[in-house]
């Protein structure tokens, strides 16, 4: 309602006497479970101190119902003979006064004694409670904002509606959540009183970049706790209406008659916008407001903002209807402006009167009242006003009379003695009349039973019942019984218990046995003892008589809570090499329980029990079991756990993150150069500030401590080397001379960059060793290289072509071994070398020193003087080399031999020339081409040839099991250490002895290619017979092939 229906005084008449009505005042909350006491009407109206105490002693209290719409008798009690009013259902405020401030409830209460009869107005004021959380229309709601609004426009949202209309439990404020920085919010008031709010852009949109937006709106009220609900806001941008609809008045007034044709149009609203399209299209709408009541009534037509009766009007004194409506246009977004519209509505004489009987006790009375006795309070309303209004009542009944209280109020009084025995009960009926034209009538009847009473109340056997209860029980847990009685007798005496309101969510008792039980499990960390009051009424009438017992709960612990680190997680830091027994930091946890149950004790999991720390299981204090080296491990994750000491104990862990801090306590560790690696050759030809070598080390340390300086302490090379301190490269400082070849020592200090630095030291050896230089002008590199690989390319073809040779002369040999009677005793000797064979550069092939000698004799003995000698030199005699074997047979068959490889002719021992040397052949003339080519041939040939006598540097051991002659290269001083059958490295210099012949046989072949490229117009020069010399060297050679075929075992390693 818009407003509080005032309460006028009543004049009450008792027969001859009059006095003023008493108004009575009570506060009481919303939603609190009854019986509410609200207090003693007649001590608070002074009742009890204004009459005499033989009447009071006798007054009956009863609601009188004057029939109007406030008529709220049905919600509350009252004690018929004490006068205790108290609440009879739970009172929803919202219900009873929606969208009011004030919300007072009148009762007409009755008070009556034979024949004294006072009415008694009492005022209970509900005070708001905030459960009521405030509601959008609807859960989310859309809006389209074009792209290119200005940052500070607004765009109005739905507002809530709270039910609560306490000073802080209606709606308050709305706000963003989350925030954004997109959008804000605009409030402000309405003409209505209620909150407007509006979403307010702050940054500028882009489309492009966002085409859509999620914010939600909540509504929140000033209550504790506070209440909200949330409204989605889905924004989208688009790719504009700026004039709000403008109504023709702001207020609107219409006059009409209550008696109005329901659907009947009783006025029409205009507004009119000035954009163009659907921005200027108006849509009427009446707005939400807290009293919806007349918009009920009424409805409006949205496109024409015609106004109709939608339900039949029904005159009320007082304000018109006041109803906001709202016109809004159809842009995006809408704008939309509000006007009032007041209807008052005319009363006509249509509505008769409506009697409203209060039967006092009930409708019972004693057969044994007296004359006057009041047995019902009559009013009347009729909803007219003026002569329409005023209303005449009258009864006709031999036993009851009706006398006049007010002009619209009566009480029925006994007019004649009652006997029960003639009637049990009486029908008594009312008749009312206006003075309206035409008069509007009403009758009602009642029924009064006639009666043939409950004086004491119900009594605990003790004042204060004590009991406990552990925490965590669950709901259903006795936790005593309590009793009371009553003297009366049959229904009187009838004992009911019941719990006091604010406790009955917690407990709950037994109304016929008193045993009382929990109803929902106890915390003793929220409360530790609970106090209430246990009720016991009896079933007395008219009002049953109650009494009131003590009930103290003592709640017991239980270990119900973990322990709780006062942090999830640790890090400390400790350094190494500290001593055991060090503090490394301390962990702390508390327990909510009490007692052994808070008692907590730390300990370390099992699985770190091999880990480097230790933990005091009552302080939490972490300790080093042992020195650390961060070296070994830089960091440790921990568990540890707290426990308590409760009977089934529980525990809760955090993480412990210890960090190891460096210490300067590890040496530089070398890597190169090491013991049996310290030696490094440096070339001559090494060009200054080129890398000689690195020292190469690293330190386990880290930072400073890890950064190493290198740094020579003793030398012996007159700075011919310099280090980089920081790499550890050696460098050298200048150009090597003469007399720098030769071996130097370096030492070098590795050292680190700690607070007190720690080092290592090594020694370097570098031995600067002379290169030769190639004598091949550096121009014709690329041509020497070219011929390398020609002489590859012939040397394979030509091994190749040797090969077919040696297997086709092995088959010719094979055929004349079956024709030949002395093959065999040939196979039976070995054939050696007897005599000295001379290569010399000047002549074009082999030739033969001592011709009479006889190559292969019976016995196959040479005498001992008789010597084979090769020599070579070059065309222009620039470099000779002559190849000496000398043999000398020794004991057990081992040759012994004294040779020597000379780099020229003048050095040898043996420089004999041979007996029968044939004239050099007519050199003829050279091209300059030729020349060039020939030199080149020829120092390719003697590297080549160098390189072979080299190989050939080895010691030749007579075999006597073979009973062979072999001839072999060895080393002066050096003796064989191995024995004859050993299958390995045969001989002084490790020549394996049936590798030989293999060796040899390269040897000849390899001549043969030498000679081949040396004399590139000669055909091959050991197979010419032109000469005697030229065909004893092709006999030789193709003996030997012979021989080889012969002894084919002996090549079958042959090594390529």
């Known amino acids: 309602m818009a407003s509080i229906l005032p309460y006028s005084l009543v004049l009450v008449i008792f027969g001859i006497s009059c006095c003023q009505c008493q108004s009575v005042a009570y506060n009481t909350a919303e939603e609190v479970l009854p019986p509410v006491y609200l207090g003693n009407v007649a001590k608070d109206s002074n009742l009890s101190s204004t009459i005499d ?38 009172l929803d405020r919202e219900a009873l006064c929606p969208f009011q401030k004030l919300c007072v409830l009148p009762l007409r209460i009755g008070a009556n004694s034979g024949t004294f009869f006072r009415t008694i107005n009492v005022n209970i004021s509900i005070s708001d409670r905030n459960d009521n959380s405030p509601l959008f229309p609807m859960n989310s709601t859309s809006l389209s904002i074009p792209e290119d ?60 970049k966002v085409r859509s937006y999620r914010v939600y709106l909540v509504a929140k009220d000033g209550g504790l706790p506070q209440r909200s609900s949330t409204m989605t806001i889905n924004v989208a941008v688009q790719d504009i209406n700026d004039n709000k609809p403008r109504f023709s008045y702001s207020q609107y007034n219409v006059t009409i008659q209550e008696d109005i044709t329901v659907g009947t149009t009783i006025m029409k609203v205009s507004a009119s916008d000035d954009d163009d399209g659907q921005n200027g299209v108006v849509e009427y709408q009446f707005s939400s407001t807290p009293n919806g009541e007349s918009q009920k009534l009424f409805s409006i037509n949205n496109n024409t903002g015609e106004v109709k009766v939608i339900q039949q009007l029904t005159f009320t004194s007082g304000e018109p209807h006041r109803i906001v409506v709202s016109a809004i246009d159809h842009g995006f977004p809408a704008l939309s402006s509000q006007a009032f519209i007041n209807i008052h509505v005319v009363d006509v004489n249509n509505h008769a009167p409506e009697i409203n009987i209060n039967l006092l006790s009930g409708g019972k009375v004693s057969e044994s009242s007296n004359k006057g006795t009041v047995i019902a309070y009559v009013a009347v309303v009729d909803r007219d006003t003026g002569k329409n209004g005023q209303v005449k009542c009258k009864i006709i009944h031999p036993k009851f009379q009706l006398h006049v209280l007010s002009n619209t109020e009566y009480k029925v009084v006994v007019s004649d003695e009652l006997d029960r025995e003639e009637n049990i009960e009486y029908i008594v009926k ?45 709901p259903g847990q006795m936790i005593t019984k309590v009793t009371a009685s009553d003297s009366d007798q049959e229904n009187n005496a009838e004992v009911h218990y019941a719990i006091e309101p604010n406790f009955r969510s917690k407990f709950e008792v037994d109304s016929s046995t008193g045993i009382i039980r929990a109803k929902v499990e106890f915390d003793r960390e929220q409360e530790s003892s609970i106090t209430f009051k246990v009720y016991a009424a009896d079933n007395g009438t008219p009002v049953p008589l109650t009494a009131t017992a003590t009930v103290k709960l003592n709640i017991e612990d239980d270990n119900d809570e973990f322990p709780t680190f006062n942090k999830s997680s640790y890090n400390f830091q400790v350094m190494e090499n500290k001593n055991a027994d060090f503090v490394v930091g301390t962990v702390l946890a508390t327990d909510k329980d009490i007692g052994s149950n808070a008692a907590i004790v730390y300990t370390l999991p099992f699985s770190y029990q091999n880990a480097p720390f230790s933990i005091n299981p009552s302080t939490g204090e972490i300790k080093t079991n042992r020195r650390l080296d961060r070296e070994a491990k830089p960091s440790y994750t921990l568990s540890v756990m707290a426990t308590d000491r409760g009977v089934s104990p529980k525990n809760s862990s955090c993480t412990v993150t210890v960090t190891v801090l460096d210490e300067n ?17 440096v070339p001559h030809t090494t060009l200054p500030n080129s890398i000689v070598t690195q020292v190469e080390a690293y330190d386990k340390d880290e930072g400073e401590n890890g950064t190493l300086r290198y740094s020579i302490v003793k030398r012996d090379d007159d700075n011919l080397f310099y280090i980089d301190a920081k790499t550890g490269q050696i460098y050298l400082s200048r150009k090597i001379e003469s007399f720098d070849i030769k071996e130097f020592s370096l030492f070098i200090d590795v050292s680190d960059q700690g607070a007190v630095p720690l080092k290592t030291g090594v020694e370097v050896r570098l031995f600067v060793e002379y290169h030769a230089i190639p004598t ?5 590199i690329g041509q020497n290289v070219l011929i390398a690989i020609t002489i590859a390319c012939v040397t394979i073809v030509l091994s190749l072509a040797i090969l077919v040779t040696i297997f086709l002369i092995k088959r010719v040999d094979n055929n004349k071994r079956k024709r030949l009677p002395n093959v065999e005793s040939i196979d039976q000797h070995e054939f050696q070398l007897p005599d000295t064979v001379q290569y010399n550069s000047k002549k074009s092939c082999l030739t033969r020193e001592n011709s009479h000698k006889t190559y292969l004799t019976d016995n196959n003995n040479l005498t001992s003087h008789e010597v084979k000698k090769v020599s070579f030199s070059s065309d222009d005699q620039q470099d000779s080399g002559i190849f000496m074997i000398g043999r000398d047979v020794g004991p057990n068959g081992i040759v012994s031999t004294n040779q020597h490889i000379y780099a020229n002719h003048h050095q040898s021992p043996y420089n004999s020339q041979p007996e029968d040397t044939p004239p050099p052949r007519p050199r003829r003339e050279k091209k300059p081409s030729d020349l060039h080519q020939e030199e080149v041939n020829r120092m390719a040939s003697i590297n080549f040839h160098q390189k072979l006598i080299n190989n050939y540097n080895k010691p030749l051991v007579y075999h006597p099991e073979e009973n062979r002659h072999f001839l072999s290269l060895k080393k002066p001083g050096v003796e064989d250490t191995n024995s004859d059958g050993s299958g390995e490295d045969w001989g002084y210099s490790g020549i394996k002895r049936r590798d030989l012949h293999s060796l040899l046989e390269m040897d000849l072949r390899i001549w043969c290619i030498i000679e081949k490229l040396r004399q590139t117009r000669v055909q091959w020069s050991p197979c010419q017979a032109g000469t005697d010399g030229q065909r004893e060297a092709t006999q030789w050679v193709l003996r030997y092939f012979r021989y080889c075929s012969f002894n084919s075992t002996a090549i079958k390693n042959h090594r390529t």
């Open 53 to 90: 105490p033989s009447i009071l002693a006798n007054i009956k209290f009863s609601f009188l119902s004057v029939g109007s719409d406030s008529d709220n008798s049905d919600l509350f009690q009252i004690n018929e003979n004490t006068g205790d009013l108290e609440t009879k259902s739970k």
């Open 776 to 780: 091949v002008a550096e121009q014709k």
């Open 665 to 681: 306590d590890e040496y530089p560790h070398i890597r190169f150069p090491n013991r049996g690696n310290e030696s490094i050759k």
């Open 149 to 208: 609004a200005n940052i500070n426009s607004t765009f109005p949202l739905s507002s809530a509606l709270d039910k609560d209309m306490g000073e802080n439990n209606s709606l308050k404020t709305y706000v963003l959540e989350p925030p954004s920085d997109t959008f804000g919010l605009l409030l402000g008031r309405k003409i209505d009183e209620t909150l407007e709010v509006n979403l307010v852009l702050t940054q500028k949109l882009d489309r492009e």
């Open 430 to 474: 009312v008749y009312c009349e206006d003075d309206g034209i035409p008069k509007q009538n009403k009758s009602k009847s009642f029924i009064v039973q006639v009666l043939d009473t409950n004086d004491n109340e119900p009594k605990f056997d003790r004042d204060l019942y004590n009991a406990t209860i552990t925490e965590n029980k669950a």
